[in-house]
């Protein structure tokens, strides 16, 4: 019947056949869509991928993580920002770190929509596909000449601290439990593993 509305399955199918395929959505289109949506959702040439939502560990060690960088560099004239921020590696690459940081907040690369750099960059290791972490994020921020980059994985209670050489990463340290986790690049900076992995839930007692 015409002027009648559409029910929302076939709303959802007129949605999926006018977006772009797997494999052919663009920079814009990325960026349209992830301005749109709550969902963490990362692009390379031309495919998207979602990531998991994250679990209460894996935010209250971010939380932790996040106070521990500003305390450190906002009073130094840096910025740190967490997720969801887009970060462009290059044309038709785009990821969402779950921390990144800039030392000088008037870097050009400090961008509204998304940053066109950082200085640190740190994931907390997703259970659902540890390599995407482990190994194609690693290339990726080396890819975009990231100085340094943090993996902290919930898993093995370790976080290491990655510095770039010769475009790409080589191990500044792997710290474990009763160890303070230390940075190439930030001076005096130190976190304390056993700290970082008994953080408690934000807003918790």
């Not at 019947?1 to 959505?25: I, K, N």
């Not at 910025?79 to 044309?91: I, K, M």
């Not at 640190?120 to 990231?146: F, G």
Request: hydrophobic share 40%; proline share 7%.
């Amino acid at each position: 019947m015409p002027g009648a509305p559409r029910s929302q399955e076939a709303f959802q199918a007129l949605l999926c056949d006018a977006l772009p395929r797997q494999g052919c959505w663009t920079d814009e289109e990325y960026l349209w869509l992830t301005d749109r949506t709550r969902r963490l959702i990362e692009f390379t040439d031309g495919r998207l991928e979602e990531l998991p939502t994250p679990t209460s560990t894996h935010q209250a060690i971010l939380s932790f993580l996040n106070d521990l960088f500003k305390a450190h560099l906002v009073p130094l004239g840096g910025v740190v920002l967490f997720s969801a921020l887009r970060l462009r590696v290059r044309e038709g690459k785009f990821r969402e770190p779950d921390l990144l940081l800039l030392r000088d907040r008037l870097d050009p690369r400090y961008q509204d929509r998304f940053w066109l750099s950082a200085d640190l960059v740190l994931e907390v290791v997703s259970p659902d596909r540890p390599e995407r972490d482990l190994v194609e994020k690693r290339a990726d921020y080396a890819e975009a000449d990231i100085r340094e980059y943090w993996i902290v994985d919930p898993r093995t209670e370790t976080i290491t601290v990655l510095a770039l050489e010769d475009g790409a990463y080589v191990e500044h340290g792997v710290f474990s439990r009763g160890q303070l986790a230390t940075s190439p690049d930030l001076g005096d900076f130190r976190a304390d593993v056993t700290a970082v992995f008994d953080a408690p839930e934000p807003g918790s007692a």
